[in-house]
């Protein structure tokens, strides 16, 4: 009881994500996945150098290079921006590695302000 | 069933020191009311102790700041409006009495008091709570993890005055394919049960190193050597070679071009993550010769 009540607390899963970003599910229905830090960055050198374990990537590339960089440094969900698709191979990898996808109208700034606003915390660079 | 018994043995056995917040932002009594708009504000906090010296004197929330605005918001001290009768913990007492406490009381900030000093030394909410049962949680688990599948014990059974693995791997390929063997190297060393932040640095290491010899030397090779204390990885190319080495290690410093730049590489941060990731990174490059880095985590104290 008292560890679901503590995800409720502390995390947002990729539905209530989805739901904030007006967003949708490209691949990973089935999969559940609790964030609780959000990168968002085009350059995916950026996000080797700065993400959290577990984290919601926001970006606006869709080539496999993504998903390859977000298996190196264990980002849990990636979301699209601008209403960009993935490109077909990158979401064939994104399914073998099974990275959750999401896509969503919002442009960057948008998204990061609302996600900023109901109080997830972005990846502090140390 | 097993995670609930844990939790249960946990939140007898963890005491509130442990999981209490302890730089705690506070106000003074005789600051303004007036300046608690910008406090809160900015700090993104609903409400803060008021200490007098070390004494806890009271609490300011934004519940009341809201009644004293709506009350016409005549300026006075905070000593004037604070809730006075405030409900605290100490320090050694266990979560079990504070979660009770909690239940029956309806809120959910609570001062800690230290039972000698009789000072304020932090807070603690519902939040912190869960968060250090979940740390708790999570490192018992990890650790069950390790105890199971471990095969980095390998080196504990191996009779030998030196021991090592070595993994080699060949670099080549197009550049959108960039990924690949660094994805090998970080399963191989997931597989043998290294610590989560060791096998992430590692995988970024390869990660940039792989990407840089496909993009200025098409090809190369990479060797990893896994000892008791150390992985060491080293990265070969016959490539152009670098003219400035020095140059190449700043931030932000890139000879990438724009089809590089396009899949989101060569923003010059390569080399510098590298870095960051390793404990002993080494470049050597000879203009026309070919480029050789060299990175060493040290896995015998995981951060």
Redesign the interface.
Known sequence: ???R??WQ??NMDIKEITRILEADIVYGEALNREITKVAAA?????V??FSK?GALLL?G?T????I??A????IGVICFVRGKKPQKNMLELGKERGIPLLATKLSMYEACGRLYQKGLQGCECN | MT??TK?QEL?YELKLRDVMKKDVFSVAPGMQMSELREIFRTRRISGAPVLDGDRLAGIISIEDFIRWLSDGGKECRISEKMSKRVETFYSDDTLVHALNKMEAAGFGRFPIIDRQTGGMCGIVT??NI??A??KE?EIDFHEEEIRRYRASHIFEDIRADKSTLIFQYRIAGEL????TT??GL?TTLKRLGFH?DIV?RS??I???AETNVLINAKEGKMVVRVEPAEIYMKIEDKGPGIPDVEKVMEPGFSTAPDWVRE???G????L??IK?CSDKMVLNSTVGKGTCLEATVDIRQPQ
């Not at chain 1, 080539?63 to 993504?66: F, G, K, P, R």
């Not at chain 2, 959108?176 to 990924?179: F, Q």
């Not at chain 2, 923003?267 to 390569?270: R, S, V």
């Open positions: 009881m008292l560890t009540l503590a607390l502390i085009d350059l995916m050198s950026d080797l150098s374990e970006t590339l080539n496999s290079q993504v390859r960089t298996e190196m440094s264990d | 995670e609930v939790v939140v519902k939040g869960i968060e049962l979940l949680l959108s394919e960039a990924g660094s994805s970080k989560p992430r995988a970024i390869a990660y940039e899949l989101g590489f923003a010059g941060m390569g510098p993550n960051k």
